[in-house]
C-alpha cells in the first residue's frame, strides 16, 4: 500500500484566497484524521470521520475550515477565505478500529506545508 | 479531558550516549493507548510503539525501550547508544480506546545527537 497520500505537499497563496488539501487514505481505514501543527500549538486534531461521516469537528478553529469525506478514498480540507494565521503543516492520518488487531495505529501523510502570505 | 506532557523541550547528546525521553499523561479513560511518534527533520510523522493501558510491560526494539508505568502515569522512551540518525522531535499521544488515531499529543522534545 502506498500509505496516506496528501496533495499538495506545498501550497502557497495570498490571503483570502481558497486553499483545498487534499487526502487519499489507506485503503481499508475507516478513520480519517485532519490534524494540524503549528509552533504555537504544536500538533492538534481538527476533525475526523468515521465511514465517512464527521465525528467530531470541534477541533475546526473557524467557520473559514470545513472538510469533506465524499466517499472511502478521498478527503478535502477547505479553507475560504485563507488568512496568514492559517499557515501550518496539515496532516492526514487514517487508522482502522481499535478492535482490530493488526496494523491499527495511526498512519500520517507526508503533509501539506500551507503558507499564507 | 486527557493531556500529554513532555517536560522536556529540547535535548542535546553526544553520539553513543544513552537518552530518555519523558512523558506524563493524565486521563479519566480506565482503557486507553499510548504512543510514540518520531518527526525527522524532513517532516513526517514516523509511529515508533503503542501500549495499551493494561499491558504495562517494558518493550525493547533494538536500540530502543519504553518504561511504561501506570502509577506514576508515565511513558518514557529511551534511546541507547544514540547515533546522529536519532536526531528528531519525537512526540508522546494517547488516545481513547475506541480510535487509535484520535491522538492527544505532548509539545514534543527536540532530540539533537551530535557526532
Known amino acids: 500500500d502506498a500509505g496516506v497520500i496528501q496533495s499538495p505537499r506545498h501550497e502557497v497563496t495570498e490571503m483570502g484566497q481558497e486553499v483545498t488539501l487534499r487526502c487519499k487514505p489507506i485503503?481499508?481505514?475507516?478513520?480519517l484524521f485532519w490534524y494540524r501543527q503549528t509552533m504555537m500549538r504544536g500538533l492538534e486534531l481538527l476533525i475526523y470521520f468515521n465511514n465517512n461521516v464527521p465525528i467530531d469537528d470541534s477541533g475546526m478553529p473557524e467557520d473559514r475550515f470545513s472538510a469533506k469525506m465524499p466517499n472511502a478514498s478521498f478527503s478535502t480540507l477547505k479553507i475560504q477565505p485563507s488568512e496568514p494565521r492559517d499557515s501550518a503543516v496539515y496532516f492526514c492520518a487514517s487508522s482502522s478500529p481499535a478492535r482490530q488487531l493488526l496494523n491499527t495505529e495511526a498512519f500520517f501523510g507526508q503533509g501539506t506545508r500551507l503558507t499564507v502570505v | 479531558a486527557q493531556k500529554v506532557t513532555q517536560a522536556q523541550t529540547e535535548i542535546s547528546v553526544v553520539e553513543k550516549e544513552d537518552v530518555t525521553l519523558d512523558c506524563v499523561y493524565e486521563t479519566r479513560d480506565t482503557t486507553y493507548y499510548l504512543f510514540w511518534y518520531k518527526q525527522p527533520p524532513s517532516g513526517e510523522l514516523v509511529f515508533l510503539i503503542r501500549?495499551?493501558?493494561?499491558?504495562?510491560q517494558n518493550e525493547i526494539s533494538g536500540r530502543y525501550s519504553w518504561n511504561f508505568q501506570k502509577s506514576t502515569s508515565s511513558f518514557n522512551f529511551t534511546i541507547t547508544a544514540s547515533q546522529v540518525v536519532d536526531s528528531a522531535v519525537y512526540f508522546c499521544a494517547l488516545s481513547e480506546a475506541t480510535s487509535y488515531g484520535k491522538l492527544t499529543f505532548g509539545q514534543g522534545t527536540i532530540l539533537t545527537v551530535h557526532p
Open positions: 485503503s481499508g481505514h475507516d478513520y
Open positions: 501500549r495499551n493501558s493494561f499491558d504495562e
